[in-house]
């Protein structure tokens, strides 16, 4: 409808003007919300003992250039959260945090992904009862390592360790000069043959075996893979997969024993080789330091 008369405001809804000749939107259902979820923020990565503020910076439930909004409530769904369009997270936890927005009869949810990199994570490879421990990058610059049986080391990044008995041990990495404590820990079988990292469940096997078979070495490795085959298995392509399911092709040399890789540029962790050939593919687990 079009009405004369100076500004107002008419059930929270700015009349706007044109020409002399005032405008109002009005609804059947007295709502009005932006369709796109804008309310929980960027997704962001942060250190363990960082504080991070989630949602939008500000909001105004009033009118905003031709944009009108009704009035809004927020109820984000994780406990002690405030009922606001932002929440600031002292301690945050890795993964998702949710936001309910309504306005009348409508409602938007919204979500926002929050990493947080501890600078504890671990890998360890496990060979009778001798462990190897590798920490992942980014790293704590002052740590301390337990083995869980009462014995600690504080001097060695990447510690061996031969325990004098069979059994389960928890073994943790803490970060020292941060304000939240970061820790990392797996709990290991000693004695075993096996390897794995705190960012993937304990003892995965080395190799994920299909026919043909294919080994790495060295493994865990930081340059120069050698990938062992049979001779009848001629190699068309490998893939690299990192944790998070991102794959790239990686360039090989053959070699008398197979191919030759180079992971020298890639970050440490754990990764999947998917080495495809002319009839058959085979995958086996890599770790990189």
């Not at 299909?210 to 068309?236: C, H, Q, R, W």
Request: with cysteine; aromatic share 12%.
């Amino acid at each position: 409808m079009a009405v004369k008369g100076d500004d107002s405001y008419i059930n929270q809804f700015l009349m706007k003007h044109s020409g002399g000749i005032y405008f109002i939107k009005l609804t059947s259902d007295y709502c009005l919300i932006p369709n796109e979820p804008i309310y929980a923020g960027a997704d962001r990565e942060i250190f363990c003992g960082d504080q991070t503020t989630i949602g939008v910076e500000e909001f105004n439930p009033l009118a905003s250039g031709w944009q009108l909004f009704s009035a809004h409530s927020w109820d984000w769904i994780e406990n002690g959260l405030p009922n606001n369009y932002k929440a600031t997270l002292t301690d945050p936890e890795n993964g998702y945090y949710h936001i309910k927005v309504k306005s009348g009869v409508c409602s938007v949810m919204d979500s926002v992904l929050v990493q947080v990199n501890k600078q504890t994570n671990f890998s360890y490879v496990v060979t009778g009862k001798t462990i190897k421990l590798t920490r992942i990058e980014p790293s704590i610059e002052n740590f301390i390592w337990d083995f869980g049986n009462g014995v600690t080391n504080t001097i060695n990044p990447s510690p061996v360790y031969t325990y004098p008995d069979s059994g389960a041990y928890s073994v943790c990495l803490t970060g020292l000069v941060i304000p939240t404590e970061c820790i990392s820990c797996a709990t290991l079988q000693i004695s075993g043959n096996y390897s794995g990292s705190t960012l993937i469940p304990t003892g995965i096997k080395e190799d994920i075996k299909s026919d043909p078979e294919i080994k790495l070495y060295p493994n865990p490795a930081s340059g120069i893979v050698e990938v062992i085959t049979e001779d009848s298995f001629p190699v068309k392509e490998i893939i690299i997969f990192n944790q998070t399911g991102q794959s790239s092709s990686i360039p090989f040399d053959k070699t008398d024993v197979g191919y030759r890789i180079d992971v020298s540029n890639l970050s440490g962790g754990i990764y999947i080789l998917y080495v495809k050939g002319v009839w058959s593919a085979v995958k086996s687990k890599l770790i990189v330091y």
